[in-house]
């Protein structure tokens, strides 16, 4: 199901996990685009332009700790370069990452037209394959089907919401440091 162009209200018990998540307060949230299997959020549909009025071309922003950490290990295995060379090897591949760069543009633009980042999605799309964060983000909002590299992404991720929420770990962490 696609991403609703509304914002929906992002409760305080989220807003404060994806803090916690973040380590900073969280800008321009919109929503929770997608929640962990322990229920916590673990990505984020954000504004278009930032309160502050900066553009601000990634949609959809992963939070979760551990989310982010496997997402770098897959990109230092090299899995990006992989892909990359795929994108001038298959053309269907290129095509359907093409099709995934103009959906997103279509649900920012939606949102809000930022003439700054007018055609700028993210993830290095529809050329190049630079970032998994941004690619598995925009595949765990919208759902499998849209983005070939972040789906392909997702599926080499073991399960990170497994071993318990992620905020609840971060929070007693801070508590036995203070």
Not at 70 to 92: H, N, V
Not at 118 to 127: C, L, V
Not at 138 to 157: I, M, R, T
Request: aromatic share 4%; net charge negative.
């Amino acid at each position: 199901m696609p991403p609703s162009n509304e914002p929906t209200a992002v409760d305080a018990a989220d807003l404060a996990a994806i803090e916690r998540q973040l380590g900073r307060v969280a800008r321009g949230v919109r929503r929770v685009a997608h929640r962990c299997s322990c229920g916590d959020p673990d990505v984020v549909e954000t504004q278009p332009r930032l309160p502050d009025g900066t553009p601000f071309p990634t949609l959809y922003y992963v939070t979760c700790p551990r989310l982010t950490g496997a997402i770098g290990t897959l990109e230092s295995s090299g899995l990006m370069k992989r892909m990359q060379e795929r994108l001038a090897q298959e053309p269907a591949t290129a095509q359907a990452y093409l099709l995934a760069h103009e959906s997103f543009l279509v649900t920012r633009t939606e949102i809000e037209d930022v003439p700054e980042i007018s055609g700028i999605s993210a993830g290095g799309m529809p050329e190049r394959v630079k970032c998994l964060h941004v690619l598995i983000g925009h595949s765990l909002a919208v759902g499998p089907g849209v983005n070939p590299f972040g789906d392909e992404a997702l599926a080499q991720l073991s399960d990170w919401g497994a071993a318990g929420s992620c905020t609840h770990h971060l929070s007693d962490q801070k508590d036995v440091t203070t």
